[in-house]
């Protein structure tokens, strides 16, 4: 059970109070590049991230409470005015809130990795979430996937080729175990300390 916070940050966004899809250019009150990010945890790789991109507005999305409170304190104690927090579950989100060809990254990094055999299908990130996605992409749209658990990285590496209008920038490999630039997350940092390597995923759209 999440125990419920009430967050007031002026950063936090309540989806039944806004429209659908929403009209982001006002959410932000400027026209730049949208970007999201599915299962911000607390926030660290997207505080990193925005500040390095000023001129991108970022979604940052989790339906754990706690961590979207978390994300906003972060993002206020930093001054970053470029990123709204949401607690939503991301394909509904995604479908009801976020209009088509709109994103210009998507960026997924260490989702629950559902390790039982059993459990695979609730991975949030197969061919069918991809295939899912991608009407929402920009063409030109990053997405990036970053995962400690080397089954989920395999299986994102080895389905994301199949995917139509997509092109792999990390050519000729499919995965690597670093990636220059990009931010490390809470749980990237975790399970690098315990001695796991990241399986990084890059892909643009067409
Ligand atoms: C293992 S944590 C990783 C957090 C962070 N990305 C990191 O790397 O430190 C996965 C996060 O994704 C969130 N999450 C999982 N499935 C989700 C979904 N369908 N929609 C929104 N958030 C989700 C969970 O609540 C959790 O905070």
């Known amino acids: 059970m ?7 940050s002026p950063l936090f966004l309540r989806p039944e109070e806004l429209e659908s899809p929403i009209d982001w250019r006002r959410a932000f009150g400027n026209d730049n590049p949208l970007a999201l990010e599915i299962g ?4 660290d790789f997207i505080a990193k991230t925005a500040s390095d991109k000023p001129g991108v507005n970022f979604i940052a999305i989790d339906y754990y409470n706690k961590g979207c409170d978390k994300t906003c304190r972060r993002l ?4 970053l005015t470029n990123v709204r927090v949401l607690r939503v579950e991301a394909r509904e989100f995604i479908a009801t809130h976020i209009p088509r060809g709109s994103l210009s990254a998507v960026y ?5 990795p559902w ?12 061919s069918g979430f991809l295939e899912f996605l991608s009407p ?10 970053a995962t400690d658990f080397e089954d989920y990285g395999l299986d994102v590496a080895e389905f994301m080729p ?3 209008g997509f092109t792999n920038l990390l050519k000729p490999d499919l995965y690597r175990h670093e990636l220059e630039g990009y931010h490390r997350s809470k749980y990237m940092l975790k399970f690098m300390a315990e001695g796991k390597q990241i399986h990084f995923v890059h892909y643009r759209k067409l």
């Open 2 to 8: 999440q125990t419920m916070i009430e967050i007031t």
């Open 40 to 43: 911000c945890g607390i926030g």
């Open 76 to 79: 206020e104690k930093l001054g």
């Open 108 to 112: 997924i990094n260490c989702p629950d």
């Open 115 to 126: 390790p039982k055999k059993r459990h695979r299908k609730r991975r949030l990130v197969s």
């Open 136 to 145: 929402y992409l920009a063409s030109g749209a990053d997405f990036h996937f």
């Open 162 to 164: 199949a995917i139509a």
